[in-house]
């Protein structure tokens, strides 16, 4: 008598490759529509799908700086439309929170874009050791990285140092104003003496404690309010800013 075939236990045990041979087929079927829309001229399209696909399997999707968009919870950005400067923020801030988060340096290194150009904001507890003007040895790599960033731009740079509103209680720097004008001529003394970064690109700003970001009211908010940005300048570009925090900085345009 010949087996009967189907139902029971054994049956389901025999098709459950089944199951994941479908699930398999999927993937590869929305892998190859990514591909296929990627190709294609119609970027909205291609954002639309990478969206929901995100969304479906819980990963992001990033198409890189030749072409391609940028899903967000506010829309899509087509890079064809966005300026040479908010490329070049999309470049810098992805190489440096990938730099950031390898190094576990994520609260000291931020990223923004204001209406002057890219910010990159490095906290003094980084760069300097406490009451000191000179670059620490475990900053140097971080100088470095920043510094293969912007080495190919023909940008000018501006490195803008910022400090609390506690005294300095220092001969050296009497005030404020000493101090931070002292690191920020330190860091582009690095950046031409170590670096090779042209001199003629680069300029120093001391701004004391004159623009705090937050009030001076805490211990968290003082070591927050000393700080360095090297600035990226982008004169003939005025552009609405979008804005990228890797660390705990906000946006950073001048009032």
């Known amino acids: 008598m010949a087996k009967k075939h189907g139902g029971g236990h054994g049956g389901g045990s025999e098709e459950r490759w089944l ?3 479908a699930d398999l087929i999927t993937l590869l079927l929305a892998f190859f529509i990514i591909l296929w ?3 294609r001229a119609d970027l909205e399209k291609f954002g639309r799908l990478a969206k929901a696909l995100s969304q479906a399997f ?4 990033f198409e890189g700086e030749g072409g391609g968009v940028l899903g967000t919870g506010s829309g899509l950005f087509e890079f064809s439309q966005l300026s040479g400067a908010q490329r070049q923020f ?3 801030s992805e190489k440096l929170q990938q730099y950031a988060s390898q190094e576990g340096l994520s609260e000291s290194i931020a990223v923004n874009f204001r209406n002057e150009g890219i910010v990159i904001t490095l906290s003094n507890a980084l760069l300097f050791p406490s009451g000191g003007v000179e670059i620490g040895e475990e900053s140097r790599g971080t100088l470095a990285e920043i510094a293969e960033l912007i080495r190919p731009l023909p940008n000018e740079v501006r490195i803008e140092a910022h400090t ?3 005294p300095t209680n220092s001969p050296v720097y009497p005030t404020n104003w000493e101090l931070s004008a002292a690191r920020a001529a330190a860091v582009v003394r ?3 003496d170590t670096e090779g970064i042209e001199a003629s690109r680069l300029s120093a700003l001391g701004y004391g ?5 937050y009030a001076n009211d805490t211990r968290e908010h003082r070591l927050l309010n000393r700080r360095a940005d090297i600035l990226i300048l982008y004169p ?3 552009t609405a800013p979008i804005v990228n925090v890797i660390g705990n900085y906000p946006n950073q345009e001048k009032k």
């Open 19 to 21: 199951l994941t041979y």
């Open 37 to 39: 829309a990627g190709s």
């Open 58 to 61: 819980g990963v992001s999707v």
């Open 90 to 92: 999309m470049h810098i």
């Open 164 to 166: 609390d509103n506690l």
């Open 190 to 192: 690095y950046l031409i």
């Open 209 to 213: 404690e004159q623009r705090s970001i």
């Open 236 to 238: 003939n570009e005025k």
